[in-house]
């Protein structure tokens, strides 16, 4: 699948924006990126969350640079056969990173239907 990275970078905010309310008020400290491929030693990745999960933060959490999602396009793209299930795939992935940041690891995210 090919795709523009202006197009998925839509797909991407787009996704961020169906996240209810509720919980995109409570990110703080935390900023989304798009890179075009995974890491090396982890080339299928399609996010990471790096950063403190809120659940490990206490009083003394402070002065810290952000936390990152980072969600990336070449491994999304090349899973996905149409632009509708690279949107359910950003969906899922966008969802599955700010779980993370919320505490949830990938087997109760895998319960959920997001891993």
Do not use: K
Not at 87 to 110: C, M, N, Q, S
């Amino acid at each position: 699948m090919e795709m523009s990275e202006e197009r998925f970078e839509q797909l991407c905010v787009a996704a961020l924006e169906q996240v209810p309310e509720e919980l995109t008020a409570l990110l703080d400290n935390v900023v989304m990126f798009i890179e075009d491929d995974a890491p090396p030693e982890e080339p299928h990745l399609l996010g990471l969350y790096h950063g403190i999960p809120l659940t490990e933060r206490d009083s003394h959490y402070g002065g810290h640079l952000p936390d990152r999602i980072t969600i990336f396009r070449n491994p999304t793209l090349a899973i996905c056969d149409s632009e509708e299930e690279v949107v359910d795939e950003v969906h899922i992935t966008v969802v599955h990173e700010i779980a993370h940041y919320f505490g949830l690891d990938d087997d109760r995210l895998h319960e959920l239907g997001y891993a």
